[in-house]
Nanobody, 124 residues
Framework: QVQLVESGGGLVQAGGSLRLSCAAS??????MGWFRQAPGKEREFVLG????????YYAGSVKGRFTISRDNARNTVYLQMNSLKPEDTAVYYC???????????????????WGQGTQVTVSS
């Protein structure tokens, strides 16, 4: 059974940092992505990382502030968020895609499995 479980969300002041984790189980050899969805807005791509970690994909709004990494031995992917802004407030989702998935990394349709989401709130 495929499962993705996010953790690490919470409330932080603007300028602060958070690290989200996504633990995967039930499958192997997958690319991972992080998306976020604010109230009333569409789900948007944040970051992605290939199975090997050799390729990463960034949304322009977070480049230089957020980084993605993975530990395949632990089947876990991390999202390090620095210099947080109130506009980063959203539910953050991790998602997995099979290595052979040739769809876009930047669109939700490019992913095969999703976690339940974790809330990140940045106060001003």
């Amino acid at each position: 059974q495929v499962q993705l479980v996010e953790s690490g969300g919470g409330l932080v002041q603007a300028g602060g940092s958070l690290r989200l984790s996504c633990a995967a189980s039930g499958f192997s050899s997958y690319g991972m992505g992080w998306f976020r969805q604010a109230p009333g807005k569409e789900r948007e791509f944040v970051l992605g990382i290939s199975w090997s970690g050799g390729n990463t994909y960034y949304a322009g709004s977070v480049k230089g502030r957020f980084t993605i990494s993975r530990d395949n031995a632990r089947n876990t992917v991390y999202l390090q968020m620095n210099s947080l802004k109130p506009e980063d407030t959203a539910v953050y989702y991790c998602a997995a895609r099979y290595v052979r998935n040739g769809s876009s990394w930047y669109h939700p349709s490019g992913y095969d499995y999703w976690g339940q989401g974790t809330q990140v709130t940045v106060s001003s």
